[in-house]
């Protein structure tokens, strides 16, 4: 028989550990998956994969990413959640109770009343050689997280893209360091136009257009040069750099909920703006997998605050038999 719960959090990041605090201190006894490397992660998700954290609130010296997430590991389980180092392989989100299978399992083995998708994305790579050993150690793909570190300051950067998400990273960048240099694949920007020409007109950016990124060089601990390639020419460059970020776009977990969810363009959960809720009632969604444009802890955590109080009030009114099977055209998660 599969076991049923009132709520399900599938996710073990900033999102899913705030929500799962919230409702184990309702008394709703929540389950979080927190998977088993699902999508390439360790349960506690991305920050696990950092070192100092120095922009979550309550840490004035900073905390590293994997004691952070052992913390809100250990709060969730102090407020009453079920933890369960499982990745969650499919889920039926057609009727309710919504019904979830555990990897491996040819049956449903739980079901839920309520469901919470805090599955979070990923940044894409490029597989450039030299990527794996430079990776956090000059690599990066967010420059608000990592930007301030000391090994950047004052030092020539990399940005790899030619989109909005590069040109803002750039200009972030320029606070910190001697000078960005933005390696553009084609001729033109796909920025906005804003975007663009306060990217070209910045006295410390260099644009380089038809350059492709070949390999991260380094002396053995730290990244120190990028080798490029005209892509037109073929000819081989270099440009001595410190930091390489890459703003070329991440890919949220919705593997799981595409068909059943509405998802956007890019393949992040729609939700209806100023809640968590999705198009399908009982259904929330939090952190990055519904959130392209901020992509922070503390944003994923309230996001997992507003989730949790969502399906808290959710339950109550399916308690009182109050909750509507459709919801009004107004309620409709925007595009
Ligand atoms: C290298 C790096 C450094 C960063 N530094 C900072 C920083 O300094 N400050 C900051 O604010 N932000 C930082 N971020 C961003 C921050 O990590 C993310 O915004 C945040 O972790 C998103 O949280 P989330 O809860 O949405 O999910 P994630 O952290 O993405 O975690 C999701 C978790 O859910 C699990 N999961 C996925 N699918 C399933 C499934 N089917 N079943 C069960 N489990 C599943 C995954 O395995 C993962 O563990 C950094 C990110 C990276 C990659």
């Not at 030092?155 to 960005?180: M, N, Q, R, W």
């Amino acid at each position: 028989m599969p076991e049923h719960h009132k709520v399900a959090i599938i996710g073990s990041g900033p999102a899913g550990h705030t929500a799962a605090v919230y409702l184990g201190r309702a008394n709703l006894e929540p389950i979080l998956f927190e998977g088993m490397m699902a999508n390439g992660f360790a349960p506690g998700g991305q920050l696990t994969t950092t070192t100092d954290v120095e922009n979550y609130p309550g840490f004035p010296e900073g905390v590293l990413g994997g004691e952070l997430m052992d913390k809100m590991r250990a709060q969730s389980e102090r407020c009453g959640a079920k933890i369960e180092t499982e990745t969650i392989e499919k889920l039926d989100l057609s009727e309710r109770p919504f019904k979830l299978w555990r990897e491996g399992a040819s049956e449903v083995t739980d079901t839920a009343d309520a469901v919470i998708i805090a599955t979070g994305a990923s940044a894409r790579r490029m597989d450039l050689p030299g990527e794996d050993k430079y990776w956090q150690n000059g690599i990066s793909a967010c420059a608000v997280c990592d930007g301030a570190v000391p090994i950047f300051r004052n030092k020539p950067l990399v940005v790899i893209g030619g989109g909005d998400s590069a040109a803002e990273e750039a200009i972030y960048l320029t606070k910190y360091a001697s000078h960005v240099h933005v390696l553009v694949r084609r001729d033109v920007l796909r920025a906005s136009k804003v975007m663009a020409s306060r990217l070209l007109k910045h006295p410390k950016v260099t644009v380089h257009f038809n350059t492709a990124p070949t390999e991260a060089l380094g002396d053995g601990s730290l990244l120190t040069a990028v080798a490029t390639k005209d892509t037109k020419t073929g000819e081989q460059g270099k440009i001595d750099a410190n930091g390489l970020f890459y703003a070329i776009g991440h890919d949220p977990a919705t593997s799981l909920v595409k068909g059943q969810l509405e998802l956007d363009s890019e393949g992040y959960i729609q939700t209806i703006p100023g809640s968590a809720e999705t198009n399908v009632q009982g259904v929330f969604a939090a952190g990055d997998v519904q959130d392209k444009r901020y992509r922070q802890a503390i944003t994923s955590a309230g996001s997992g605050c507003m989730a949790a109080l969502d399906a808290e009030r959710y339950l109550a009114e399916l308690e009182e038999g109050v909750a509507t099977e459709e919801r009004t055209n107004a309620d409709q998660p925007s595009k």
